[in-house]
């Protein structure tokens, strides 16, 4: 009996005086504040001013604008779809949204998986991978509601889209996917403001890389000599198509990310590579320090640890 009530003394510790456990880190109780805006004023802000939603706690007493984020918007619908089953509070059911983002990622996971393998079991093992991943898991535990699980989600939801475009034999499938592709990848932008660019530039490269291989290399293959013929490959069906999606997926992404969350936000997204060069430089243009230098997440790792 001394055991347990030693073990209970120790999960008292952890848990508010209802019985929900706190939740880890700093990043979710910024979050768990935002929401807690959402839910009372309907914006992430406390205030308005000149039209602007203004949280004014941030750098009080002035206050700063608010931003619109997806995670808080979605705490706080996840929120009152939880009190339609019962009484909770907010901190318990924020505690979910991580896991369960994590728990959807190995959808796409999977049907990644089975479109580069042509069968299930490699879906299966794909997903597998992505589910089980120390670090992914880590991350995204239930009370670490942080938004480091959208930058899993998204990209794996967006690439399988953008792979189904190219691989479906069904029109309106491939044409679908592709703009679904484009308007998720403005919801990600909202997501993470910082990085969303990752994914639409990787798949633009990856498009470019695409026809370049179409108008060249294929044509060098195919002819077992160095003369190309451009005339006849674009106008072949696959560089056709392949035009088509990548003029669609930049257009219907560009105006998801500027009606969302403004040409600024697009704008730095497309000087994003050069900024992201310069994100541990010290004392570039500023006599002040980067503290970006200090941050554990922007620590430099080796190769194999990538891998």
């Avoid at 535990?141 to 034999?169: C, M, Q, R």
């Avoid at 910082?194 to 026809?211: K, P, Q, S």
């Avoid at 990548?246 to 590579?273: C, E, K, R």
């Amino acid at each position: 009996q001394q055991v347990l009530n030693g073990a209970e003394q120790y999960r008292n510790f952890f848990r508010d005086d209802q019985g929900t456990l706190y939740l880890l880190g700093i990043d979710p109780w910024h979050y768990y504040r935002m929401v807690s805006n959402v839910l009372e004023y309907g914006h992430q802000g406390t205030t308005f001013k000149d039209g602007q939603s203004w949280d004014m706690y941030f750098v009080a007493p002035e206050g700063r604008p608010a931003e619109k984020e997806f995670h808080a918007y979605f705490g706080a619908f996840w929120h009152r779809f939880m009190n339609l089953f019962g009484d909770y509070p907010l901190m318990y059911t924020f505690f979910f949204v991580g896991a369960i983002f994590s728990a959807l990622s190995v959808i796409p996971a999977f049907f990644i998986g089975r479109r580069l393998t042509g069968n299930n079991v490699g879906g299966l093992f794909t997903a597998l991978m992505i589910a089980v991943t120390q670090f992914f898991v880590s991350r995204t535990t239930g009370e670490s509601s942080d938004t480091d699980v959208y930058v899993v989600f998204f990209p794996l939801l967006i690439t399988w889209l953008f792979i189904e475009a190219f691989e479906t034999k069904k029109n309106w499938w491939r044409y679908t996917s592709i703009i679904l592709a484009g308007l998720i990848t403005g919801v990600f932008s909202s997501a993470w403001l910082g990085g969303w660019w990752y994914i639409f530039e990787f798949l633009i490269a990856t498009i470019v890389l695409y026809l370049i291989y179409l108008l060249f290399i294929k044509e060098i293959i195919k002819q077992k000599s160095f003369k190309f013929n451009f005339a006849e490959s674009i106008k072949s069906t696959e560089f056709r198509y392949a035009f088509v999606l990548v003029v669609i997926y930049v257009a219907v992404s560009s105006l998801s990310v500027i009606l969302l969350q403004g040409w600024t936000i697009f704008y730095l997204g497309l000087l994003g590579p050069l900024s992201f060069l310069q994100l541990k430089s010290v004392a570039v243009d500023s006599l002040w320090p980067n503290i970006y230098t200090t941050v554990a997440e922007l620590n430099t790792v080796a190769i194999s640890s990538v891998i």
